[in-house]
C-alpha cells in the first residue's frame, strides 16, 4: 500500500495547481469564501452520509475501526459550515439553488464520489476512499485558511479557517496509524491498480468541482466589470 500513498501525494501536487487556487490566493476580501460556501453545500452536507454508508459498507472489524474513527473525527463538521454561513450572512441555498444549472459541478462530483461507496469491491477499496477524501481536503483548507487569515477572520470562522485546517492536520497521526496497518496488508497488482483507479476518480470528481467553482468566480467578474 506504500505505492497507493506515494500515488495520493502526486495527486495532491497535481491539483494543488488547479488556477482556482491561484485565483483564492489573489482574493483580499471574504467573497468568494462567500459564494463558495453556496457552491458547496450540497457537497459538504452529502459528505457526511459518504462516509457514514462507506463505514457501513466495511465488513472486517479490524478496517471498520479505521473507518469508525474516521468518521467519528469528521462528524458535525457540517454544524460548523451552517456557522460558518450564518457568521459570513450567507443564505443557506434553497432547493431551487442547490438544483440550477450553476450547481451542475457540485452536483455531478458528488455523485460521482457517492458511486465509489457502492462501486468498491473490497473494505480496502473502502479505505482507499477515505484516504482519497482526506488528502483533497487538506489542499483545499490550506487556501481557504490561507485567504481567511488574509483577511483577519480566522477567530469568526470554522470550516473555512485554520480551525478546520489544524483538524485535517491532527488527522495525519490517525493516518499515519492507518497507513501502517494497510502497509501490513498484502495487496496484488490487480487491486492496487483498481485502489488508484479510485484515487484518479475522486480526484477527478474535484477537479470537476473546482472547475465549477473558476466559472462562477469568472462570472462573478465579469459582472461586476459591467457595473463598474
Known amino acids: 500500500m506504500k505505492t497507493v500513498d506515494n500515488y495520493i501525494i502526486q495527486k495532491q501536487i497535481q491539483l494543488a495547481r488547479h488556477p482556482l487556487f491561484n485565483q483564492i490566493t489573489r482574493e483580499n476580501s471574504l467573497e468568494s ?19 457514514r454508508i462507506n463505514e457501513m459498507q466495511i465488513t472486517d472489524s ?19 459550515f451552517l456557522s460558518d454561513l450564518q457568521e459570513m450572512k450567507v443564505e443557506e441555498p434553497n432547493l431551487k439553488l442547490l438544483y440550477s444549472r450553476d450547481y451542475i459541478f457540485t452536483r455531478d462530483a458528488t ?7 457502492f462501486r468498491a469491491s473490497s473494505d480496502i477499496e473502502r479505505i482507499a476512499l477515505i484516504m482519497s477524501l482526506e488528502s483533497t481536503g487538506h489542499i483545499f483548507f490550506e487556501y481557504t485558511a490561507r485567504l481567511v487569515k488574509q483577511v483577519s ?3 469568526h470562522l470554522k470550516y473555512f479557517s485554520i ?3 489544524d483538524v485535517e492536520n491532527n488527522h495525519e497521526i490517525f493516518e499515519q496509524k492507518m497507513q501502517d496497518f494497510l502497509n501490513r496488508i498484502h495487496i496484488s497488482e490487480d487491486e492496487e491498480k483498481r485502489i488508484c ?11 470537476i468541482m473546482f472547475d465549477g467553482f473558476k466559472l462562477l468566480l469568472s462570472k462573478r467578474s465579469k459582472v461586476k466589470a459591467l457595473l463598474s
Open 62 to 80: 479490524e478496517i471498520r475501526k479505521v473507518a469508525h474513527h474516521h468518521l467519528v473525527e469528521d462528524m458535525g463538521h457540517e454544524q460548523w
Open 163 to 165: 480551525h478546520h485546517l
Open 197 to 207: 483507479d479510485i484515487v484518479d476518480r475522486v480526484y477527478q470528481a474535484f477537479t
Open 153 to 155: 477572520y480566522s477567530s
Open 33 to 51: 469564501i462567500k459564494l463558495l460556501a453556496q457552491y458547496l453545500s450540497f457537497w459538504v452536507m452529502s459528505f457526511q452520509d459518504v462516509i
Open 111 to 117: 455523485y460521482a464520489i457517492m458511486s465509489e461507496v
